[in-house]
Every structure is written in C-alpha cells, then in structure tokens.
C-alpha cells in the first residue's frame, strides 16, 4: 500500500506554563522525555517522513534524532503557523499530514491508526475524548450529529461548554484540506492562528470532517505544567505496573514501585515495595530487589539479591547468584557469581571475581581528586571489614585481607595482607579519684 501519509510534531511553544528552564518536551516521563514517546509512536505508523516543528531552543535536537527532519518556528504564533511554515517547504502536494503534540506523550497508537485508516475516507479527521472534569481543552462543536466548528475554552459559550467533546489536538488532514490551511486567519482573543479552525473552513468546502473518539480519555492529556506532568507519569507508571504483574512479577505493594519504560523482567522476580528503576535494568530469573532500593544503568541476573537500601549505579553487572546488600552502593563494577557484599560499603570501577565475600564498611578508593582507577578482587578472596582498597589495585585469587587495611599495592594469589598496626598493651597507672 502506497504510504503518503508525512507527520508534523509540533513543538515550538515555549512551554511557559511549565516553570522550569529544561524545555518541556524534554521532561521525562517513565524515564524517557515526552517527545521520545510521541516520535516513537508516530514511528509506528510508518509514515514517509516525521517533521518536528521546534523553536530556535530546540533546533540542537537535530543531532539527536538524525533520521527526523527538522523545521524552526519564530515566533510562534500558533498551531495553525506552524502547519503553514510545514506546507510552505513541502513539496510533496499530494501528501496528507497528520499533526501531533510533543506534549501529548500518552497519546494511544490505536487511535492513531484508526485516524489513519479513516483519512482515507475523510479530508478532516479529529481526535476528541469525553469530558474529564471541568478541563479547559477546546471543545468540539456538534450539531445534528456532525462536527461544525472547534472553539478554544476561553471563546466558547456556557452552552458550549456543558458536557461536549473536547479536542485533543490531534488533526489529520487530506492533502486539500492541508492546503486550506495557509488561508487560516487569526482574528481571534489571543491573535493566533488555530490549526482549529480547519474544521470551519473545510466544512465550507463541503469536506467530509471525522471525529474519532479516544478509547480512552487519559490519553489525550496535554502535558502543559508539573501538576500534568506528574499524572501522566503516575498514568505510565500504573502501565508498566500493570504489564509487569501480568508477566508473572511479584510486588507486594505496586503503587511504590516506580519502573522505567525499558525495565525487563524474567520469571519469578520479586520487587519489595520502595523500589525506584531507573533506564536501562534488566532483572533475571529468581532475583529479589528488597524495598528501598535505588537502580539504574544496571543488569541484574538470575537468583540476585538487592537490598534492602542498596544502590546500584550504571555501569553494574550482578552475576547469577551474587548479593548487594544494605547500604551497599556499587558503581560501573562486575559483580561475578556467588559473591557477596552485604553491608555498608562502596564499591566502583570494580572486577570481582567469582564467591568473593566482602566485609562490612570495605571502600575501593577509586577516586584521587582528578582520575579514576579500578580496582580487581580475584575469586574466592576475603577483603575484611572496614578495609580501604587504594585503587588501581588487584587483590589476588583466594587472598585475605584483614579487618581494617588499608591496602596500596597489589596482593598475592593465596596469601594474607594486613596493614594493621598491632595492638599495644599499656598498663595502667592506678589514677586518683
Ligand atoms: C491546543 C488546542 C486545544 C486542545 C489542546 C489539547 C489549538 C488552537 N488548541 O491548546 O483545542 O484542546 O491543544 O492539548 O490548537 N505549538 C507550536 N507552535 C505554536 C503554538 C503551539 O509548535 O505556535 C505547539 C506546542 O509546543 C504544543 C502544541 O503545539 O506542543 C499545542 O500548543 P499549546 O499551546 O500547548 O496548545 P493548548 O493551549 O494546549
Ligand atoms: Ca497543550
């Protein structure tokens, strides 16, 4: 099937309402900016091309998403600008186009193919979704069954306001009635151009005009300040909750577990309640992450135990078998099979060996103020505890350290270093009251 189908992501607004110097479709929502998750959606539906519509702020964006073609609106006067600065560089004139939100990250893929699917029959097909409460989407205006006009909340009547369909945004447009947008007018309130009134123009034309109704309402949340940022986030959050008690993953209390979009899980996983997941976790097969635990950038695998109050940086591979415990931070370190760090202790840029037990209170020194060093444990040594290991350094194959060291130079296989002082024995006078 021919695809002449080219999405427009608007995002030049200046997202003033969010408060907050990083702009807004950079925010992140379940680990992932909000303009991450509107590409990968329009992706989905293969189009000829994705165009993001940004402002000068933005246009550094482009080395990022390479394979994207990019267009800057300045100044920004409205949805309707930008679709007009869209179709004055597009020479494709049999295109249609269908124009998306940056900052409507929930929007539902389903939704959007049947949009799709319904262009094809229609120049006009708009995205609406029942009233949740008292919002101040634009609303759509029907009268005798059919769509007749969008007016933004500010200009709409009391009328108008009582329990219609509100507008998502969501637009798609037949290649004729994308070229009706250029004559989009901006006498209104706020002197913009509203890519809204395409409906009216259409239907002055006679064009066939569409309202799809969302599944589900959630999804049309316009992210414009931290109060909708922060439901949608809790919107995902209970997605990818849900998804992964289905998958067989056992969590006593879900709501207080917080997961990111790419978390993978294998079978019989245990997660306590408290558990932040960050980018980037695979957990194994049999593994337990305990409440309270913090992990990112991190691969997890089978019969691991984690916590509780462990953190597990970026960089970290956990073998099969092996243990962090409480107040255990490990940072860019391989952790090999059957070895245990189960208290108070920091271990970075670290290769362990395999069944390694290390003792409460053990640092590997990484860090002199300027470079990082790494620090090699072989397998089967004993590091005890509160041990300062002064990296670069290696400890050799089945090695002890007494409590205590502080170790500087590299250990032996097979043998005992202990830089304790020894333990002195004064007698005491007998002392005066
Ligand atoms: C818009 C709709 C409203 C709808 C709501 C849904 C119009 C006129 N209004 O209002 O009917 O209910 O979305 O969330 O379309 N943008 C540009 N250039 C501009 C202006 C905006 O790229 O000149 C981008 C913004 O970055 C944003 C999107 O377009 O991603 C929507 O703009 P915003 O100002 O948030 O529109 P709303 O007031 O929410
Ligand atoms: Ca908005």
């Given at each position: 099937m021919a695809n002449n189908l080219q999405i427009l992501i608007l995002a030049?607004?200046?997202?003033?309402?969010?408060?907050?110097?990083?702009?807004?479709?950079l925010h992140k929502v379940i680990g992932i900016p909000m303009i991450d998750h509107v590409i990968g959606k329009a992706s989905l539906l293969r189009p000829k091309s994705i165009t993001i519509m940004v402002n000068k702020n933005l246009i550094f964006l482009k080395k990022k998403y390479l394979k994207l073609k990019f267009l800057i609106q300045e100044?920004?006067?409205g949805t309707a600008h930008a679709v007009q600065i869209f179709q004055k560089q597009n020479?494709?004139?049999n295109s249609k186009l269908l124009v998306l939100y940056a900052?409507?990250?929930?929007?539902?893929i389903d939704d959007l193919k049947k949009i799709k699917k319904e262009l094809n029959k229609n120049d006009v097909v708009i995205l609406g979704f029942e009233e949740m409460n008292n919002s101040s989407y634009g609303i759509i205006v029907e009268k005798k069954g059919s769509v007749d006009e969008i007016v933004e909340f500010k200009d709409a009547t009391k009328e108008q306001r009582k329990g219609q369909t509100c507008n998502s945004g969501i637009v798609a447009l037949s290649s004729r009635s994308l070229n009706l947008v250029?004559?989009?007018?901006?006498?209104?309130i706020k002197k913009e151009y509203y890519l809204t009134d395409i409906v009216k123009l259409s239907k002055k034309y006679n064009y066939k005009i569409k309202l799809v109704t969302a599944a589900?309402?959630?999804?049309a949340l316009g992210i414009n300040d931290m109060s909708e940022l922060g439901t949608a986030e809790q919107i995902m959050q209970n997605q990818l909750r849900k998804k992964a008690l289905k998958q067989g993953v056992r969590m006593i209390?879900?709501?207080?577990v917080y997961l990111s979009k790419d978390t993978t899980f294998g079978k019989n996983v245990t997660i306590e309640p408290f558990v932040v997941i960050g980018p980037k976790v695979k957990i194994g097969t049999g593994s337990i992450v305990r409440s309270f635990s913090h992990i990112e950038g991190a691969i997890i695998k089978n019969n691991v135990v984690v916590g509780p109050y462990a953190r597990i940086r970026p960089g970290t591979i956990l073998e099969n078998g092996s243990k962090v415990g409480n107040f255990v931070e490990v940072k860019n370190s391989k952790i090999n099979k059957?070895?245990?760090?189960?208290?108070?202790s920091y271990i970075g840029d670290t290769n362990m060996g395999e069944s390694v037990n290390i003792g409460a209170g053990?640092?590997?020194?990484?860090?002199?103020?300027v470079k990082k060093y790494k620090t090699t444990i072989k397998s089967k040594s004993f590091i005890g505890s509160n041990t300062s290991l002064i990296a670069p350094v290696v400890i050799g194959k089945s090695s002890i350290v007494g409590a205590g060291s502080v170790i500087t130079k590299n250990v032996e296989d097979n043998s005992l270093a202990l830089t304790r002082p020894e333990q002195k024995k004064i007698k005491l006078k007998k002392r005066k009251k």
């Open positions: 030049a607004g200046k997202g003033t309402r969010m408060n907050s110097d990083l702009p807004k479709v100044p920004q006067l020479k494709d004139k900052d409507n990250p929930l929007v539902n250029s004559k989009i007018k901006n006498n209104n589900d309402s959630k999804t209390d879900p709501d207080t059957n070895s245990k760090i189960n208290h108070l053990t640092i590997t020194c990484n860090y002199d103020g």
